[in-house]
């Protein structure tokens, strides 16, 4: 069974800055994409952000697109969230997700994914 546990969110100013990262307990790590998700509140999960197995190919929603950054470390099994610019929009739980194995391609919907963290929430004040 893998866990994935995030960490990083908290309370930021507009414009300010976090990092959020996301570790994996065990399993084969660098065999899967990652994908960040976020939920509002009242909203429905959305998509945020997703990156290949080897980290060479990474993919935004088109409202976090040049303003986010997802990266990963397969030695330490962590994928991470780099996050600037922030919104009040932004604010949210934010979550990491494995998908389903055996799927291949960019896979946006939360039908995809079977291992997901327990989320860390981020705040941004305007």
């Known amino acids: 069974q893998v866990q994935l546990v995030e960490s990083g969110g908290g309370l930021v100013q507009a414009g300010g800055s976090l990092r959020l990262s996301c570790a994996a307990s065990?399993?084969?790590?660098?065999?899967?994409?990652m994908t960040w998700f976020r939920q509002a509140p009242g909203k429905e999960r959305e998509f945020v952000a997703r990156i290949s197995r080897s980290g060479d190919s990474d993919y935004y929603s088109d409202s976090v697109k040049g303003r986010f950054t997802i990266s990963r470390d397969n030695a330490k099994m962590t994928v991470y969230l780099q996050m600037n610019s922030l919104k009040p929009e932004d604010t949210a739980v934010y979550y990491c997700a494995r998908p389903r194995a055996f799927l291949v391609g960019i896979r946006t919907e939360e039908k995809d994914y079977d291992y997901w963290g327990q989320g860390t929430r981020v705040t941004v004040s305007a």
């Open positions: 065990r399993g084969t790590f660098g065999m899967y994409s």
